[in-house]
């Protein structure tokens, strides 16, 4: 029939809004609820990997320092890669002593690199279990790391904590309550859309103005409502 009077279809297709609304509610809501609790203990950890410069040319002295940054650059971009691999995943579980199933520290250890600076995110259901296995990670680095990397073997590069660890939950309630917001404005949107879908396909004449518009007549005459 057409979309001339929109304040008309939401009087009518009001009930089709709200149910589609309440629908994507529940089923957000219910995801939220679904959401496991976690946590992430974050630690920051600095990486250098000592002087690094050409040994022969003597002309090559003056760049020592540029040089020592560069490798330490480098071997915090290893680094990153070295804690997301199962190897260093099985020294993990071995140094816990626990038999954990195939994938869960590589799945729960996360490293970032930032130039010389290295983010690892430890993430576990429980916050202390998290803090324990972030403060081990840089023990297990300067244990297993040389047979790995030869920059980490003995008076070569090193990694400092710089922070204790910082223990947050990965998902907090104002993410939750933001994401069933969301998920709720998607929900009226599309019962609005598809209001105006069933009241566009409903062939109903309704007023004067609709008999007018769709048979193409003047309207000489209307019974008033009764009741």
Not at 25 to 53: D, F, S
């Amino acid at each position: 029939m057409g979309l001339g009077d929109p304040l008309g279809m939401l009087r009518r297709r009001w009930p089709i809004v709200a149910l589609v609304t309440l629908l994507f509610l529940l089923v957000a809501a219910g995801l939220a609820l679904r959401v496991p609790r976690v946590y992430t203990a974050t630690i920051e950890l600095a990486v250098n990997a000592g002087q690094q410069a050409p040994s022969s040319p003597p002309a090559y002295a003056y760049y020592q320092d540029y040089y020592s940054w560069l490798s330490s650059e480098y071997l915090a971009d290893d680094l990153s890669l070295l804690l997301k691999s199962d190897a260093f995943a099985r020294d993990l579980a071995g140094y816990l002593q626990e038999d954990l199933p195939r994938g869960t520290i590589a799945d729960t250890v996360r490293a970032r690199g930032t130039h010389r600076v290295l983010e690892v995110v430890v993430q576990h259901s429980d916050p202390g279990r998290a803090e324990q296995i972030a403060k081990i990670v840089p023990d297990l680095i300067r244990i297993q790391g040389p047979k790995y990397l030869a920059e980490l073997g003995p008076d070569h590069g090193q990694v400092t904590v710089l922070a204790p660890p910082i223990v947050d939950r990965s998902v907090t309630g104002l993410k939750l309550a933001t994401d069933v917001a969301v998920r709720g404005a998607i929900g009226l949107l599309a019962g609005l859309f598809l209001a105006l879908a069933v009241d566009y396909l409903d062939a109903t004449l309704r007023s004067p103005a609709d008999v007018e518009r769709t048979l193409g007549l003047p309207v000489l005459g209307e019974i008033p409502a009764t009741g």
